[in-house]
């Protein structure tokens, strides 16, 4: 068997139906948009993503190889068919990081970016991917103005390139770059060339986000009809998933995006958003949704771009609920007020404590918490929760607890209390000790970390021994003002024995706020611990 046909029978079996998911999440809800779908629940759809690649282009995005590794694991687990690992020729350093992707020999397609040069394939070739996707111009802006050549030879170099590849034993997608801005039938014309050179396949290319749903739908439909076609779209005006889903009814069967809609400008399409609403508008399964928030977590850790809490599938507020009304009829009734069951992208639902807040929503909180209080006190707690949420603040779960004890007069004892903390940093090795009062008795910790909240941290690990072991699931600072002297509030959530708790602290020390917010935190765990809840079986 000679080399290519290696490569070719192990790439089948990539491409093969078993990457297709199983249906399981759509049984949660049934689809019931509409009669007329315009993508049928039997399509298939595969997914390209190239959070590696066009997603590391984000301005102020660099990603590690160990980076790289972790994403395109968990890439893998979602069950993504294509993983545009980055672009051979950047440099050293991305080839050494495309390389370990490539040496995961992972079920999914691995590539790399190639601009329509030998040279860029043969640095590909270095790394051993299973495939590359050469951009190649298509508007006459890049052919004439960029590239510099007529559309003629541009038609002749893509068939050349894409020759090379494949002769190299290379599966090939060619992507006519700015082709939503092309003469379209120019476009048909170079994807002509590139499949008539053997490209498995041709993108259609809105590589600034200027389409719309119909113009995305007619050139998509009259590359259909020359081959298999793939789509790679752009959020600048907001319509990347609209685009997207166009391009899947009128043919497209493979969609490039990437985790958390990162990339250049205003982002790629989100993988999540496009693989849930072809999920649940249409029945078609592209991915192991339950993986997405991990997956989204992951990518954000590794790039420092949060997750914008109002996104959907992977923000903040995607499953929170704070408004009365809200709370009272999702507390009725799940499905209410949310699409799907955040449990399908492997989240879970919360319910938040504002000024929004009405009686319901307290008391499901206190029962969370296990405190009992009566009517006419769950009734105060729930004025008292408005009046803070009033302020503009979010109102925390130790918030909420102080509130009731207020109001219950159930007076407790600390398990645990801040009493002292000094903090060095500036120095060689970051370096902090903390005095605690632990059931009345004191005790002196002192610790070093990567900086002096770390340190402190550790010294407060120290100090509590084993009654420390908690998790700790969220650590956000946000400075309050502006200034160098602004007061930072720093909010934590950690999480024992299935039972989580939320803190928040202000201070103008960020050090301070921190061990303060994590004692107080680990004090409710623990104080939790002392009063077990009665069984929640009833
Ligand atoms: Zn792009």
Known sequence: ??????????????????????????????????????????????????????????????????????????????????????????????????????????????????????????????????????????????????????????????????????????????????GSRADLDYLEQLAEASLDAGADRFCFADTVGHAGPER??????????????????HDDLGLGVTNALAAVSAGADLVHCTVNGLGERAGNVALEEVAISLSHVYGVETLELEELYDLAQIVSRSTGV?????????????????????????????????????????????????????????EAALDEHGIEATDDEIAEIATRVTE??????RVTDADLLAVAEDVTGDDRDRVVELLDLTATSGGAVPTASVRLDVDGEERVASGTGSGPVDAAVSAVREALGSMANAELESYHVDAVTGGTDAVVTVEVTMARNDRSVTVACSEADITRASVKAMVDALDRLLAADEQPLTPADD
Not at 309 to 335: C, M, Q, R, W, Y
Not at 340 to 362: D, M, Q, S
Not at 388 to 393: A, I, K, N, S
Request: proline fraction near 3%; include cysteine; aromatic fraction near 2%.
């Open 388 to 393: 803070l949420g009033d302020r503009g603040r």
């Open 306 to 362: 949060q997750l914008p809490p109002n996104k959907a599938v992977i923000g903040e507020n995607a499953f929170t609920h704070e408004s009365g009304i809200h709370t009272d009829g999702t507390l009725k009734d799940d499905k209410m007020y949310e699409p799907y069951a955040p449990e399908t992208v492997g989240r879970e639902r919360r319910l938040a404590l504002g000024k929004h807040t009405g009686r319901a929503g307290v």
């Open 216 to 233: 995305t739908h007619e050139a998509v439909s009259r590359l259909a009809e020359i081959g298999p076609v793939g789509a790679h779209t």
């Open 1 to 178: 068997m000679r080399i290519e046909e290696v490569g070719a029978t192990r790439l089948g079996a990539k491409f093969s139906d078993e990457r297709n998911c199983s249906n399981r999440n759509s049984s949660l809800l049934p689809v019931t948009h509409s009669t007329e779908q315009t993508i049928a629940s039997d399509r298939t759809v595969r997914l390209l993503d190239t959070t590696l690649r066009d997603g590391e282009q984000a301005p102020g995005v660099s990603l590690s190889p160990d980076e790289k590794v972790e994403i395109a694991r968990s890439l893998e687990r979602a069950g993504v068919s294509v993983i545009e690992a980055g672009s051979a020729c950047t440099g050293a350093g991305e080839r050494q990081a495309i390389s370990r992707v490539t040496d995961l020999d992972l079920d999914a397609r691995v590539t790399s970016f190639c601009r329509g040069m030998k040279s860029d394939v043969d640095l590909a070739l270095d790394c051993n991917v299973d495939g590359v996707l050469i951009v190649v111009p298509s508007s006459d802006r890049h052919v004439e103005r960029k590239v510099g050549i007529s559309r003629e030879e541009n038609l002749e170099k893509t068939a050349e390139i894409v020759s090379y590849a494949k002769d190299h034993g290379l599966w090939v997608e060619a992507l006519g770059e700015d």
